[in-house]
């Protein structure tokens, strides 16, 4: 390009020369100093020249032509290669990770105070690295990470959706349970980061990874066990006023024979295995059932010597029925007869499962009317004729079991299939009924108490005598109560 711009330059001059001379020739002619030959071979020579440059100007011209064309194909080569650069690579990456060694996966345990970490892997305790990008705030107990071939956690994933279940037996505190596993096999298991905060009972399901010995998740409860309630009943008889007469006849039809097993077998009689308790709702029957349980722990655990816990599983009839026979379910009745069936074993399975050892287990049937109908009455489905013989068949067996006792409460015991109410079954029947005016003022004495804080004002008309003021205010609802009836 220098080169064309020089010649350009002196392509100008040589034409400016020949114009000075070609004017010069001109005043020389007219003023007759010169011959006319020599200027004409001069100027032809010059025009030979211009003639040469303007040949060389065009050759250079296409010299650039073919220059700036070969740039261009120069930039799409160069924009190739950086293309092909970039596809080697990532082949090269591909290729790097298909021949990387495997990694692994751990169970994250904790942070030791020199940043590093304790994993367990294959049911090995080991102490690892974390890689820089790795937040150690981000790690969660019982959490999978993912392992280099070094063992450095590199990632951090989430907590396995697999494993085995068990179920707990108890807390032993914040941060362990005892499990029962399979064949009744016990272990004492921590508590991953999901369950610390969750507010567990004995007997959930539990995910466990036998890797780690972690439990990670609660899981949902069995279709059996969303309608029985299990608990541990913290209700005396003490809580319960106007029923004296019902409650020693339920002590000496249940407690008694619980608690002296060996003087009834000694003298050859055979104790009830349940007792029902009718009359209309709202009068105890639920309350009286509780006690029960906590009034035989308490006793079997002062002529044993030790702790005995008691359990309540309160089976809610009518949504038992009810989750299996709706009206809009009626014509699927033969489909959920065998689950009703199932239902009633998994019940009397739980029970057994927390008498054998040792502690005393009621059975409560809320509502037998609703479950348990005398079969062939058509007053409600037919499912009756699957469900009571089911009931009969498990309550038949617990014979040989000591701890399990069977009460039921009905507001119409007489809808009750006799077989249920036979000799041998639930022949004990006692008779909640409503209140009378002494046994109103029983009731409320266990709530009107004089600890209450009562307004300044009515005890300023009893001189300050919280105990009179209470006994007013129970005198007077119950004469009301009366005097509406």
């Given at each position: 390009?220098?080169?064309?711009?020089?010649?350009?330059?002196?392509?100008?001059?040589?034409?400016?020369?020949?114009?000075?001379?070609?004017?010069?020739?001109?005043?020389?002619?007219?003023?007759?100093?010169?011959?006319?030959?020599?200027?004409?071979?001069?100027?032809?020579?010059?025009?030979?020249?211009?003639?040469?440059?303007?040949?060389?100007?065009?050759?250079?011209?296409?010299?650039?032509?073919?220059?700036?064309?070969?740039?261009?194909?120069?930039?799409?080569?160069?924009?190739?290669?950086?293309?092909?650069?970039?596809?080697?690579?990532?082949?090269?990456?591909?290729?790097?990770?298909?021949?990387?060694?495997?990694?692994?996966?751990?169970?994250?345990?904790?942070?030791?105070?020199?940043?590093?970490?304790?994993?367990?892997?294959?049911?090995?305790?080991?102490?690892?690295?974390?890689?820089?990008?790795?937040?150690?705030?981000?790690?969660?107990?019982?959490?999978?990470?993912?392992?280099?071939?070094?063992?450095?956690?590199?990632?951090?994933?989430?907590?396995?959706?697999?494993?085995?279940?068990?179920?707990?037996?108890?807390?032993?505190?914040?941060?362990?349970?005892?499990?029962?596993?399979?064949?009744?096999?016990?272990?004492?298991?921590?508590?991953?980061?999901?369950?610390?905060?969750?507010?567990?009972?004995?007997?959930?399901?539990?995910?466990?990874?036998?890797?780690?010995?972690?439990?990670?998740?609660?899981?949902p409860k069995s279709e059996a066990?969303?309608?029985?309630?299990?608990?541990?009943?913290?209700?005396?008889?003490?809580?319960?006023?106007?029923?004296?007469?019902?409650?020693?006849?339920?002590?000496?039809?249940?407690?008694?024979?619980?608690?002296?097993?060996?003087?009834?077998?000694?003298?050859?009689?055979?104790?009830?295995?349940?007792?029902?308790?009718?009359?209309?709702?709202?009068?105890?029957?639920?309350?009286?059932?509780?006690?029960?349980?906590?009034?035989?722990?308490?006793?079997?655990?002062?002529?044993?010597?030790?702790?005995?816990?008691?359990?309540?599983?309160?089976?809610?009839?009518?949504?038992?029925?009810?989750?299996?026979?709706?009206?809009?379910?009626?014509?699927?009745?033969?489909?959920y007869v065998g689950e009703s069936?199932?239902?009633?074993?998994?019940?009397?399975?739980?029970?057994?499962?927390?008498?054998?050892?040792?502690?005393?287990?009621?059975?409560?049937?809320?509502?037998?009317?609703?479950?348990?109908?005398?079969?062939?009455?058509?007053?409600?489905?037919?499912?009756?004729?699957?469900?009571?013989?089911?009931?009969?068949?498990?309550?038949?067996?617990?014979?040989?079991?000591?701890?399990?006792?069977?009460?039921?409460?009905?507001?119409?015991?007489?809808?009750?299939?006799?077989?249920?109410?036979?000799?041998?079954?639930?022949?004990?029947?006692?008779?909640?009924?409503?209140?009378?005016?002494?046994?109103?003022?029983?009731?409320?004495?266990?709530?009107?108490?004089?600890?209450?804080?009562?307004?300044?004002?009515?005890?300023?008309?009893?001189s300050g005598d919280a105990r009179?003021?209470?006994?007013?205010?129970?005198?007077?609802?119950?004469?009301?109560?009366?005097?509406?009836?």
């Amino acid at each position: 390009m220098a080169e064309s711009k020089r010649s350009q330059n002196r392509l100008g001059a040589l034409r400016e020369s020949v114009k000075k001379i070609t004017e010069r020739l001109s005043d020389g002619n007219m003023n007759g100093m010169k011959k006319p030959d020599e200027p004409s071979r001069e100027v032809e020579k010059l025009r030979i020249q211009i003639q040469s440059m303007e040949e060389e100007v065009r050759r250079l011209q296409h010299s650039r032509y073919q220059l700036d064309h070969a740039n261009k194909q120069n930039e799409k080569l160069a924009i190739t290669l950086q293309e092909a650069k970039a596809q080697i690579q990532a082949l090269r990456d591909e290729v790097d990770k298909l021949t990387a060694p495997p990694s692994s996966y751990g169970i994250f345990s904790s942070l030791n105070d020199d940043g590093t970490a304790n994993v367990y892997v294959s049911g090995r305790k080991m102490k690892v690295n974390l890689h820089p990008a790795i937040e150690p705030k981000a790690l969660r107990k019982g959490q999978e990470v993912v392992l280099n071939e070094a063992f450095n956690i590199i990632e951090i994933k989430g907590f396995d959706a697999q494993g085995e279940v068990v179920k707990l037996r108890d807390l032993l505190d914040d941060k362990r349970a005892l499990v029962t596993l399979h064949y009744d096999e016990e272990k004492v298991a921590e508590l991953g980061e999901p369950l610390l905060g969750e507010r567990l009972s004995v007997g959930d399901h539990l995910l466990y990874d036998t890797r780690s010995g972690y439990v990670v998740e609660k899981l949902p409860k069995s279709e059996a066990e969303e309608l029985v309630l299990e608990e541990v009943p913290d209700v005396d008889y003490e809580h319960i006023g106007g029923l004296g007469k019902e409650i020693e006849q339920v002590r000496d039809a249940v407690e008694l024979p619980f608690l002296h097993a060996n003087l009834v077998s000694e003298y050859k009689l055979s104790p009830p295995k349940g007792v029902l308790l009718y009359g209309p709702p709202g009068c105890g029957k639920t309350l009286i059932a509780k006690a029960v349980a906590n009034s035989i722990a308490k006793k079997l655990g002062h002529l044993t010597g030790k702790q005995v816990r008691s359990f309540f599983l309160h089976v809610k009839g009518p949504e038992l029925l009810n989750k299996y026979v709706g009206e809009s379910e009626r014509q699927l009745l033969n489909k959920y007869v065998g689950e009703s069936e199932r239902q009633v074993r998994e019940v009397f399975k739980k029970a057994k499962e927390r008498a054998a050892d040792g502690n005393p287990v009621i059975v409560f049937f809320d509502e037998m009317d609703a479950l348990f109908r005398t079969r062939g009455s058509g007053i409600s489905s037919d499912i009756e004729s699957t469900i009571v013989p089911q009931f009969l068949s498990e309550i038949d067996g617990v014979e040989r079991l000591r701890n399990v006792i069977v009460i039921g409460a009905s507001n119409r015991q007489d809808l009750i299939d006799p077989a249920v109410l036979r000799a041998g079954r639930l022949d004990v029947k006692i008779k909640i009924s409503r209140p009378d005016a002494h046994a109103a003022k029983e009731i409320f004495s266990k709530y009107i108490i004089q600890e209450l804080p009562f307004a300044q004002t009515e005890l300023d008309r009893h001189s300050g005598d919280a105990r009179a003021l209470a006994e007013r205010l129970i005198g007077g609802t119950v004469d009301s109560m009366n005097a509406h009836s």
